[in-house]
């Protein structure tokens, strides 16, 4: 079976099962991702008594769109960063390379 090949599994979130079609690449982290989602279920049905699954899921939805925001706004900055290193990087390599005019 090749890597990217098709494959058809069911994963089960919050006593639900899910029937999705995957590449096998991709049911790795898939599975970790269940693993994380069924942990966070776990704490906040225990740490808030809430039974409600809506509810629960609602806050885990809440929560790990929240995580991947900071991760986004995170890595901006990140790329903003270096790019300014590498301007200031590429103006000092011009300046030793294309020197102007000189006489």
């Not at 049905?45 to 609602?58: F, N, T």
């Amino acid at each position: 079976m090749s890597s990217s090949e098709q494959i058809k599994i069911k994963v089960s979130i919050a006593d639900r099962e899910y029937p999705l079609t995957v590449t096998s690449e991709e049911e790795a982290s898939l599975k970790l991702a269940i693993k994380r989602i069924d942990e966070l279920l776990k704490y906040y049905e225990d740490s808030y008594a809430v039974r409600d699954k809506q509810d629960v899921l609602a806050m885990c939805t809440l929560q790990f769109a929240s995580q991947l925001e900071q991760h986004i706004l995170e890595s901006n900055q990140v790329q903003s960063h270096t790019r300014k290193r590498l301007t200031a990087l590429s103006e000092k390599i011009d300046a030793v390379l294309l020197p102007s005019n000189r006489t």
